[in-house]
């Protein structure tokens, strides 16, 4: 029990304790112009697109309002049928999985070799993790092109799954490593003297403990997968093996006329990772705290 | 000697990814830039040493051009995010009622896609279908007019860019210790010395590194810019990647887009090194 007290995350303990919860006991004015005004400031400006595009995908067609009543589900009928966003969103659900399983095995082991191990070449290797950050993506395009042809794996949603995996992966290691890092090696060692090999040891001591870091990458892994349009309309022409950033970039070309077909196909993009998203967010945070940005 | 193999064989298939798309495509697209290789006038390939560079930097202004609206695009866009992003951290690292679910929700345009952000976007720009009328917004189109494309741009863009900066600067605040404001507050430091003396110093490394990510990210920020203007009006908000990709894809001249794109890179990793040493990243420091 208390180790995994220890892995989740410590909002609380982090917050300046002393100081401001005694402030926040006798009733502050301050306090709702220093906090509420400007947080709920920045909620309008977050959640009134968000709303807009509900609006527009509830309603009907022609249909003015601000408010969508009576709702309608015909511009997702559309977008599911018509436009095919039953077979992108089926891609993307592949391409998110495959790549999420691969970055996230992984990670675990180039990230269980940086916490565990003091291995020659370990300084360079987290430099080029580093430096692969500053890569830009849209700028591989022209010979990550020519290599996948070669593999014959233009058109295939499996250049999707290795190119995401590859970009997925140095953030992804550097995260993982904070993760296993913050689990105690004792654990383990206790194990491996009581007869345990190191990979026993590691899947019965450390995965378990790993929960909350699997989540984080694994999430991340897949948010990043299926937000992914460069490699996806780059690699894949066929319409068939369109993801939905393709679909929806598709969508907002040729039937922007149409509104309310946009704004459907952007819920089914939006509605996965907003999702998944909120409940993974704190354990992303803690994730970057101990693993990228160590003070 | 097995034992001291185990890290190496850990880390195996992350070189040879790593190696076989990262490094070898960047080999190839420096050997590119020195070709002539333009698909739709093939009887001219072969090699051209420093023929492409030449003609970035000496005939075509569309370059620098690009280049310049990449760095205003970056510092703005950068500059903007740094300081919502922080006061948003600062926010929901405060002790409230329901604070997990305001955290959910001011983050969740992080995990929306360009693609998306620009989907939703365009339903508020385009003039018949926008809020903006309700702010009193005139009945042109925002995204054609080139003095409020800009704008318009990287309002769109900090919609989904201050929460990714906002979750790196609370994972920053994280890690500083609640004693350190407790001996502040005990010495008689108000809010603001310690926010100046306590919060800005630790969170020092973690300002640097998300700026220059998001610097990085920006600079190379294809999606959005690509479906919500397409580059235009008339090259208006064209970003140097933009440029490379309609170089490379749309008139099929590889070589010139390689040369563009080695540009582009040896440019991001000057700046980035130029950054961390500005800023002594990672050096220790008096507190």
């Given at each position: 029990m208390s180790a995994d007290v220890m892995t989740r995350p410590r909002s609380r303990a982090a917050v300046p304790a002393g100081a401001r919860r005694r402030r926040s006991k006798r009733k502050d004015p301050g306090r709702v112009l220093r906090l509420y005004i400007p947080l709920g400031l920045y909620l309008v400006f977050t959640l009134v697109p968000f709303y807009w595009m509900l609006v527009f995908a509830l309603r009907p067609a022609g249909s003015t309002d601000p408010v969508p009543w009576p709702i309608t589900f015909e511009h997702f009928e559309t977008v599911w049928n018509d436009i095919g966003y039953a077979v992108f969103f089926k891609n993307s659900v592949i391409v998110g999985v495959w790549s999420l399983l691969f970055t996230t095995v992984i990670a675990v082991m180039g990230g269980y070799a940086l916490a565990r191990y003091r291995f020659r070449g370990r300084g360079?290797?987290?430099?080029?993790?580093?430096?692969?950050?500053?890569?830009?993506?849209?700028?591989?395009?022209?010979?990550?092109?020519?290599?996948?042809?070669?593999?014959?794996?233009?058109?295939?949603?499996?250049?999707?799954?290795?190119?995401?995996?590859?970009?997925?992966l140095p953030l992804s290691i550097i995260l993982m490593s904070g993760f296993i890092s913050a689990v105690p090696f004792t654990v383990e060692e206790a194990a491996m003297v009581?007869?345990?090999?190191?990979?026993?040891?590691?899947?019965?001591?450390?995965?378990?403990?790993?929960?909350?870091?699997?989540?984080?990458?694994?999430?991340?892994?897949?948010?990043?997968?299926?937000?992914?349009?460069?490699?996806?309309?780059?690699?894949?022409?066929?319409?068939?093996?369109?993801?939905?950033?393709?679909?929806?970039?598709?969508?907002?070309?040729?039937?922007?006329?149409?509104?309310?077909?946009?704004?459907?196909?952007?819920?089914?993009?939006a509605l996965p990772v907003v999702c998944v998203f909120a409940v993974v967010q704190r354990y992303l945070v803690h994730g970057i705290s101990a693993g990228a940005v160590k003070g | 000697m097995r034992r001291r193999a185990v890290p190496y064989l850990l880390i195996s298939p992350t070189v040879a990814l790593i190696a076989a798309f990262l490094v070898y495509p960047i080999g190839s697209v420096a050997y590119y830039s020195l070709q002539h290789q333009n698909l739709t006038r093939p009887w001219a390939n072969g090699f051209a040493g420093l023929d492409n560079f030449r003609r970035m930097l000496f005939e075509d202004e569309l370059f620098w051009q690009s280049l310049g609206f990449t760095a205003k695009w970056v510092i703005v866009e950068v500059g903007l995010q740094l300081l919502l992003g922080l006061a948003l951290a600062l926010i929901v690292n405060e002790s409230f009622i329901g604070r997990g679910l305001a955290r959910s929700l001011v983050f969740s345009p992080w995990?929306?896609?360009?693609?998306?952000?620009?989907?939703?976007?365009?339903?508020?720009?385009?003039?018949?279908?926008?809020?903006?009328?309700?702010?009193?917004?005139?009945?042109?189109?925002?995204?054609?007019?080139?003095?409020?494309?800009?704008?318009?741009?990287?309002?769109?863009?900090?919609?989904?860019?201050?929460?990714?900066?906002?979750?790196?600067?609370?994972?920053?605040?994280?890690?500083?210790?609640g004693e350190l404001y407790e001996a502040a507050a005990v010495d008689g430091a108000g809010r603001t010395r310690r926010f100046f003396h306590v919060t800005l110093p630790h969170l020092r490394d973690a300002i640097v590194l998300?700026?220059?990510?998001?610097?990085?990210?920006?600079?190379?920020?294809?999606?959005?810019?690509?479906?919500?203007?397409?580059?235009?009006?008339?090259?208006?908000?064209?970003?140097?990647?933009?440029?490379?990709?309609?170089?490379?894809?749309?008139?099929?001249?590889?070589?010139?887009?390689?040369?563009?794109?080695?540009?582009?890179?040896?440019?991001?990793?000057?700046?980035?090194?130029?950054?961390?040493?500005?800023?002594?990243?990672?050096?220790?420091?008096?507190?």
């Open positions: 360079l290797f987290m430099v080029v993790l580093l430096c692969t950050q500053f890569i830009p993506g849209a700028m591989m395009l022209i010979p990550l092109f020519s290599i996948f042809k070669s593999l014959g794996l233009i058109n295939s949603l499996g250049s999707l799954v290795l190119a995401d995996t590859v970009f997925n009581d007869g345990c090999t190191r990979l026993r040891g590691f899947l019965a001591i450390v995965l378990p403990q790993l929960r909350p870091g699997l989540i984080a990458v694994g999430s991340f892994a897949f948010i990043h997968t299926w937000n992914n349009f460069l490699f996806a309309l780059m690699f894949v022409s066929k319409q068939d093996s369109f993801t939905i950033p393709v679909g929806l970039s598709y969508t907002i070309g040729e039937y922007s006329a149409d509104f309310g077909a946009l704004a459907a196909g952007g819920v089914v993009a | 995990a929306v896609s360009g693609v998306l952000t620009t989907g939703i976007w365009i339903l508020l720009y385009t003039p018949s279908t926008g809020v903006l009328r309700f702010l009193g917004q005139p009945e042109a189109a925002v995204l054609g007019n080139p003095d409020t494309v800009f704008p318009a741009v990287v309002v769109t863009e900090l919609w989904r860019g201050v929460p990714f900066f906002a979750i790196l600067l609370l994972a920053g605040l994280q890690g500083i210790p998300a700026t220059l990510l998001r610097g990085v990210w920006e600079f190379n920020n294809v999606d959005l810019l690509y479906t919500l203007t397409g580059g235009g009006p008339a090259q208006a908000t064209t970003t140097l990647p933009l440029y490379v990709a309609q170089r490379a894809v749309d008139s099929k001249d590889f070589g010139y887009g390689s040369a563009l794109t080695m540009a582009g890179f040896v440019i991001l990793l000057f700046c980035s090194i130029l950054y961390l040493r500005l800023n002594r990243f990672g050096e220790d420091r008096d507190r």
